[in-house]
DNA sequence: AAAATCATCAACCGCCAGATG
DNA sequence: CCATCTGGCGGTTGATGATTT
């Protein structure tokens, strides 16, 4: 019971994955795609289960992940999704460009944690610190009170999560384009540091660019790299949670590690992937257009979010002048076929060498 | 310098839900 | 319907490197 059939057969390796296993897997999935997890392991000629191959490729191997520090405003907005999600990784990864529910669950519990208990915040909650019989007490006043409500936007936005009300309620915020203004700038700038779906906002319409991850990324990836066709290419280049860039990517002396980001820039000089399957709307969401409708139907954040995105019609020229396009197939003739095993024995092993 | 402890994160496990026959 | 397969998810583990003692 729970136990996939795959993983019944002998003889399946686990553990890390060794290089020669990525190249497999990554050359097998960018020539033919995905399609039946269960049948990449044999067809790609690897001892691993479908499963495996399916995970090593979503956390790791696929071209579109960001990897490197979480940025201030990703760790901002993680903090406000978990809020209103809870643990469910997978919708709060669909929120992040390029991150994995794998990644930010594991910043979660190692890093954000900690912070807010160090704050005074219970994670679990989001609530300051208190003694149990007063969280009782809470609850059952929580239970009464306030529900999340959702306006129409042409009234406002008046989001609630329990005990701290975001009230966005003028044409600052929403003039049906949903233009953000110097005011709503300040109230942003002003919010409370845990106020679910202000950060949100601000990241989804990367007001502050200082630290907005988009900006970031646009410096990572786009100016690093000439073409690209969908979201976050691979790049040498990090960025820490204040925005500097540096080069800590390639600090892992993960030997797997290395090869899989050597392979993923070499990918990237023409990456003409645009979908991962079994990413589900994840694309749509990383290029700037959510498509929530596919997996998210009642989830009030959001059902929030698509009428908050639906409303601005996206503005999307100047994504679309960035490429940032969806489309709905892998373009693989693009797509480098190259060999791993030349790459580390070529010129590109040189990378190493200065690390 | 060595041992102990801590932090991080890749990968696995078990469960669930939807698809399929 | 029912059984089986498969993909997806969240929780957990264990290996590894970093830091502290």
Not at 268 to 289: D, K, L, R, T
Request: proline share 4%; charged share 20%.
């Amino acid at each position: 019971m729970g136990r996939h059939s795959c993983c019944l057969k002998q003889k399946l390796r686990k553990g890390l994955w060794s290089p020669e296993e990525d190249e497999k897997l990554f050359n097998y999935i960018t020539r033919f795609g995905v399609g039946c997890w269960s049948s990449v392991p044999k067809q790609a000629g690897l001892q691993r289960c479908g499963k495996s191959c399916r995970l090593r490729w979503i956390n790791y191997l696929r071209p579109d992940l960001k990897r490197g520090m979480f940025s201030q405003q990703e760790e901002d907005l993680i903090i406000s999704l978990h809020e209103v999600l809870g643990n469910r990784w997978a919708q709060i990864a669909a929120q992040l460009p390029g991150r994995t529910d794998n990644e930010i669950k594991n910043f979660w519990n190692s890093c954000l944690k900690k912070k807010l208990m160090k704050q005074g915040i219970d994670p679990a909650t989001h609530k300051p610190l208190v003694s149990a019989e007063d969280n009782i007490i809470k609850e059952e006043k929580d239970t009464i009170e306030t529900p999340s409500v959702l306006l129409p936007a042409s009234q406002g936005i008046l989001v609630s999560s329990q005990d701290s009300p975001l009230l966005v309620n003028n044409s600052n915020y929403y003039d049906g384009l949903f233009n953000v203004t110097e005011t709503s700038r300040e109230v942003f700038v002003s919010k409370n540091a845990l106020d679910p779906l202000s950060s949100y906002f601000e990241f989804q319409m990367g007001y502050d660019s200082s630290v907005n991850p988009m900006r970031q990324f646009d410096q990572n990836q786009v100016g690093t790299n000439s073409s690209y066709g969908f979201s976050s290419l691979p790049c040498l280049n990090s960025s820490d949670h204040h925005g500097n860039v540096s080069v800590a990517e390639f600090s892992d002396n993960n030997s797997a590690s290395k090869i899989s980001s050597l392979l993923k820039e070499s990918s990237s000089n023409s990456s003409g992937m645009s979908v991962y399957p079994g990413a589900g709307c994840q694309m749509m969401e990383n290029a700037g257009f959510s498509s929530w409708e596919c997996d998210n139907k009642i989830d009030p954040l959001l059902q929030f979010q698509v009428n908050v995105v639906k409303s601005q019609e996206f503005k999307t020229s100047s994504w679309q002048e960035g490429q940032f396009l969806t489309q709905n197939s892998i373009d693989f003739t693009t797509y480098p076929l190259m060999s791993l095993s030349e790459d580390l024995t070529g010129a590109n092993f040189n990378v190493f060498q200065h690390m």
